[in-house]
């Protein structure tokens, strides 16, 4: 019996190593891909049809898709990697039509929120003043839920103990501790899924015995939701003029769009 548990912890070794080779290959990957030149893509369309072109854009558009059904940002390693395969010479091309197919026919941006990684969102390009605020009207629970520990995090400055965001969710009934009924593992999903979704930033403080950890916001909130209509929405919320957080209203009101800026950083790496 125990000669037959060698080999398998041996197999899970070798297993674990595998593993973490896969994961580095990954991350080469990306730094192995070299952004082709203007005059590399014009050359490469030559010897393609459009029809070809066209078949490509139409595969990197519904990856991009599938992905945003559960919010994940996509890594240019893994898009070059898993769908533009052959195609990866006329690279720029491909992506400049498929943020072309998102914006003229489903209303989306496509937004770099990590230059450095090269990684990809899907934001609405629909939104105009008029529309109602997702702050005020979330698309759903689990949404409502993250805008108010995004709140939470803004009001206090941008950094926060997770303890003081486990208390406010026991504030509104949700109990970190518990399985919820619409959420199921609250903690896991505030501190596995909002951050493998890039809505949060989940960061062990140094030199803290036991162990804490901090929340902040993610590249994905940073393009996507509004500080202003937070801070618009928190001061209705107190009956309080927004102003008179002026730490806050400098903040949201002084910055650039971060989505316009995230654009024209993903157009500029384009060209």
Known sequence: MTQRKRPSSTQSSSQRRHTGNLVAQDEDDDVAFTQPSTSQVQRGLEKLTPAQVDQKTAEVVQYFLVKDQKKMPVRRADLVKHVVKDYRNIYPEILKRAARTFDQVFGLKLVEIDPKNKMYILVNNLETPDK????????????????????????KGGVVRENLI???????????????????????????????????????????????????????????????????????????????????????????????????SSSSSQR
């Open 132 to 155: 109602a605020s997702p702050i005020r009207s979330p698309s759903n629970p689990k949404m409502g839920l993250l805008l108010a520990i995004l709140s939470v995090i803004f009001m």
């Open 166 to 264: 486990w208390n406010t969710l026991k504030k509104l009934r949700v109990d970190p501790g518990e399985k919820h009924e619409e959420f199921g593992d609250v903690r896991k999903m505030v501190t596995d899924e909002f951050v493998r979704q890039r809505y949060l930033e989940y960061v062990r403080i140094p030199h803290t015995e036991p162990i804490e950890h901090e929340f902040r916001w993610g590249q994905r909130a940073d393009a996507e939701v509004s500080k202003a209509k937070i801070l618009e929405f928190m001061g209705e919320l107190h009956e309080q003029d927004p102003k008179t957080w002026t730490q806050q209203y400098r903040e949201a009101h002084s910055l650039p769009n971060s989505s316009q800026a995230s654009t024209s």
